[in-house]
C-alpha cells in the first residue's frame, strides 16, 4: 500500500492571501519532515463538517483564523490552558477523528517576535494595546507574563476593552479605556491589534502616545507599511515594525506542536520579506 503523507492546512474565510502554507513548506524542507499543507477557504457554516472530513483525509493539524478560532476553541475536545484562557484556538492536532486537541500560539509568536527578533525587553516597559478583539485576547497572558510595568487596553468600544481586562485581572493589572480617553501619556510599546489595517484605516490615536523611544507593532502583516506604521513613523516612532515575525513565530510554535522539533525561524522571516 501507498505511504500517506501527513496533511495540514489553514482554515479560514478569506484565506487567498494566507502565507502559512509557504511558512509550512519553508519548515518542512528545513527540517525534512515530509508533509503537505495548503490553505482552504471554509464556507461560514461549514467549519465542523470541514474539520471532519480533513480528519478522514490523513488531515493530522490545522491553524485556524478568521472567522473559526472561537468555533475552532468550542470544538476541541480539549484545550492547553493558554488556549482556554484565550477562548480561541490557532492550532489543532487531529489525534483521531474524534480527539481533536487545541492550542493558541500566537502569544507566544508575538512574544518572541518582540524579545527575540526585534529584541525588546518587556519587563518594566508601558505597554499599550490598541483593540479589544479575538486576535488581542490571545496575547494578553504572554504579555503580562512578561512583567511590564504597565499594560493598558485601548478600545473604540470601551466595553470591550473593560470585559477583557476583567476577564485577566487574576493574572495583573491592566488598564482599560476607550480611544478618546488616550491621554498625553507617552508608552514604550505601542501594539496595534485591531482589524482596522485589514481595510486600509487607522485607529484615531493621539501622537502623543509616541516619545522618542517608542516602539510601534502592528500585528497585522501586509506587504507595505500599514497606516499603524505610517503614523507611527511620520510621529517619530523609535522604531516600526508589521507582524511578519509574530506570523512566523506563531506557525513555528504550532509545527513544533505538530511534528515535535521547532524550525529555524530567521531564514524564513527573511524569505517572506523578499516575496
Ligand atoms: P480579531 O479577531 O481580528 O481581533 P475582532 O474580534 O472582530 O477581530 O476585533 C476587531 C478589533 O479591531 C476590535 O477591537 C475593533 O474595535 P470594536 O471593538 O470597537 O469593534 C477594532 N477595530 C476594527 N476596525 C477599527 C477601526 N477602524 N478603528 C478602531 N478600531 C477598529
Known amino acids: 500500500m501507498a505511504e500517506s503523507i501527513d496533511r495540514y492546512a489553514v482554515f479560514g474565510n478569506p484565506i487567498e492571501h494566507s502565507k502559512s502554507p509557504f511558512i509550512h513548506t519553508c519548515f518542512s524542507e528545513q527540517t525534512g519532515q515530509r508533509l503537505i499543507y495548503t490553505a482552504e477557504l471554509v464556507e461560514l457554516d461549514d467549519f465542523e463538517n ?17 472567522p473559526f478560532k472561537q468555533a475552532a476553541w468550542q470544538l476541541a475536545h480539549q484545550c492547553s490552558t493558554r488556549a482556554q484562557r484565550a477562548g480561541a484556538v490557532n492550532t489543532l492536532v487531529i ?49 503580562l507574563a512578561s512583567e511590564p510595568a504597565s499594560l493598558t487596553i485601548a478600545n473604540r468600544t470601551k466595553q470591550k476593552a473593560v470585559q477583557l481586562a476583567q476577564d485577566f485581572a487574576d493574572l495583573g493589572t491592566i488598564g482599560a479605556c476607550g480611544l478618546d480617553e488616550l491621554g498625553d501619556n507617552p508608552y514604550d510599546i505601542i501594539i496595534n491589534g485591531t482589524s482596522a489595517s485589514l481595510s486600509g484605516d487607522l485607529p484615531p490615536l493621539p501622537e502623543s502616545l509616541i516619545h522618542a523611544n517608542t516602539f510601534c507593532y502592528d500585528m497585522m502583516y501586509a506587504t507595505e507599511a500599514t497606516p499603524f506604521m505610517r503614523w507611527a513613523q511620520q510621529h517619530g516612532a523609535a522604531n516600526v515594525a508589521d507582524g511578519k515575525g509574530m506570523l512566523v513565530e506563531q506557525a513555528a510554535e504550532s509545527f513544533r506542536i505538530w511534528r515535535g522539533c521547532r524550525p529555524d525561524t530567521a531564514p524564513v522571516i527573511e524569505a517572506l520579506s523578499k516575496l
Open 95 to 143: 489525534n483521531d477523528k474524534d480527539d481533536y486537541f487545541g492550542d493558541n500560539t500566537d502569544g507566544i509568536g508575538l512574544t518572541r517576535d518582540l524579545t527575540i527578533n526585534h529584541k525588546l525587553q518587556l519587563k518594566n516597559k508601558h505597554i499599550l494595546i490598541v483593540g479589544a478583539g479575538g486576535a488581542v485576547r490571545g496575547v494578553i497572558e504572554p504579555l
Open 50 to 66: 470541514a474539520v471532519a472530513r480533513f480528519a478522514e483525509n490523513n488531515g493530522k493539524g490545522l491553524n485556524i483564523t478568521i
